[in-house]
């Protein structure tokens, strides 16, 4: 439950999910990267890498202001994306991302997300590694469920409201909300750095 509680707020990689879901490209392969990334920090975490992470703020800072960078940039192309309703149909006719330029996005998303550091390793992590015994790792494998039945419904689930985003006024929202939290996300992150 802890799991889901933390993947399921709107973010960066979820939006970014939720926009392929619709569009149907590459799904599966990025909900397969999606989960074994967030499986991959969890076990980490449990694994030790919570307590390292907490020994280095410089680590911390340059991802905070990795991220922030590209969230922001992400939020200014989604905004832009949102003023131009022609280029706004359907997943038909806009340009489909490549399979390595979605799972590359997919990365970025993922990995220069301070957040996920913060929730999957730290926070998971070190609640993980406070288990007695191969209970951490039962924990770890709970986490890691959950990721994969999140990110499964996000993605495959997307295309029941397929219909909606069949006009290009719902992808226009859809844009205009990802860019105003992507902004938002970043500035969050930004404020971090002062």
Known sequence: MLGLTLIVAIGAQNAFVLRQGLRR??????VALCAALDALLMVAGVAGLAQLLGTRPALALTLTAGGALFLCAY???ALWRARQPA???AAAGTQALGLRA???QTLAFTLLNPHVYLDTVLLLG???AQQPGALKWVFAAGAAAASVVWFTALGYGARWLAPWFA???AWQLL???IGITMLALAAGLAWRLR
């Not at 490209?25 to 990025?30: A, F």
Request: hydrophobic share 40%; proline share 8%.
């Open 87 to 89: 280029t706004l149909q």
């Open 102 to 104: 979605a799972l590359l």
């Open 75 to 77: 939020g200014l192309r």
């Open 126 to 128: 070190s609640l993980g």
């Open 25 to 30: 490209e590459h799904v599966g392969p990025i």
């Open 175 to 177: 844009d205009l909300l």
């Open 167 to 169: 006009r290009p006024r």
